[in-house]
């Protein structure tokens, strides 16, 4: 007999706490405030797909958002801007029920595509779904001692780093403040810019602040009052989650950012959490999945799942990138973030 899918909306449905704490592979990304902070910001809507009935314990879920674009196309993505959202099933036969369901009704809602975002393995026996984009997935055991975490960081780049940091008496704060909020954003401009791209919008690290409250923290480091390098975490269940990073390139021999990581590691120590998932790496980007390493964090293969199977990209694809990148650059500071307040909503 075929399983019955039905549409909830986590945001209101009173199970869905009750399901995230009961579930293993419940994350951050699962929780109402990052699917508030994602309504508000960009209007999307989430919903949850289940084979549990109404007024029944909910036993299984997967969560979308609707990214509705006339730019990049219309399609469902569990979850925009998440690096990760592992589908809250425990059962195949219900994944496939789900999975099964929103792909018969692809052609009628005009989506582009649905997509997966499995921190884990490619989910097996669902044969509709189809490898997409790739990363690296870094997690740093948090469980043994804080010395033996020191003794796992690289000697050179970033023991002596700490030890530098030391001796330029870097200040160190943290807080959910709107003047920390206004010097992690100020970094985030310019480091965006060093990547040619856009920055977010501010009102989306302003809602996820009013939205995740005392699980979010921003952390920012100082040299002579100036902030030289800042990180916005997460935490959640016993895992502290690095989500945004941010720093001002003439500083970077200071050793801010690998403060940043250590103090995170302790104050994570300290919350009892037995994991840091320092999030997906592009494969290509070498610079940043080696500092991840230098930690002593472990990669994994991180890959999306698509229905229908991704196209091949036009042998245009990489040109335009680049001209995009270009035009990114030379814009000021102001129409930098007019870009990135229009342009993100399309991304997802």
């Not at 994602?38 to 549990?52: D, I, M, V």
């Not at 995009?324 to 500071?333: E, V």
């Amino acid at each position: 007999m075929a399983l019955r899918v039905e549409i909830i909306d986590p945001l209101q449905d009173p199970r869905w706490d009750a399901l995230l704490e009961r579930s293993e592979r419940a994350s951050i990304f699962h929780t109402r405030g990052w699917l508030e902070a994602l309504r508000r910001t960009y209007g999307y809507q989430p919903a949850a797909f289940t084979t549990s009935a109404s007024g029944e314990k909910l036993e299984n879920a997967v969560v979308f958002c609707q990214v509705k674009s006339w730019l990049t196309g219309c399609r469902m993505v569990s979850l925009p801007f998440s690096d990760h959202c592992q589908p809250l099933v425990q059962d195949e036969r219900d994944l496939v029920a789900i999975v099964s369901f929103l792909a018969e009704r692809l052609t009628r809602e005009k989506w582009k595509h649905i997509e997966l975002r499995p921190a884990e393995a490619p989910v097996p026996g669902v044969a509709a779904l189809a490898k997409g984009e790739g990363f690296s997935l870094h997690r740093l055991d948090l469980r043994p001692d804080l010395e033996t975490i020191f003794r796992n960081f690289h000697r050179n780049h970033i023991q002596r780093k700490l030890l530098r940091a030391e001796r330029e008496k870097l200040d160190y704060r943290e807080s959910r403040s709107e003047a920390l909020l206004d010097a992690f954003y100020r970094l985030q401009l310019m480091t965006r810019r060093r990547h040619r791209l856009p920055p977010q919008p501010r009102a989306w690290f302003k809602n996820l602040i009013e939205c995740m409250g005392e699980r979010l923290k921003i952390r920012v480091v100082s040299k002579d009052g100036r902030p030289v390098a800042s990180i916005l975490t997460l935490s959640y269940k016993g895992t502290m989650v690095y989500k945004y990073g941010c720093s001002d390139a003439r500083y970077h021999n200071l050793g801010g950012m690998p403060l940043l990581f250590w103090k995170t590691i302790q104050d994570a120590k300290a919350a009892v959490a037995a994991e840091l998932d320092l999030g997906r790496s592009e494969t290509d980007n070498e610079g940043l999945t080696s500092f991840k390493e230098h930690l002593g964090a472990v990669g994994s293969k991180l890959t999306y799942l698509r229905y229908p199977a991704p196209e091949p990209e036009a042998g245009l694809a990489a040109w335009k990138i680049r001209l995009l990148q270009n035009t990114f650059s030379r814009l000021p500071d102001s129409l930098q973030v007019m870009a990135g307040k229009a342009l993100y909503r399309h991304v997802g």
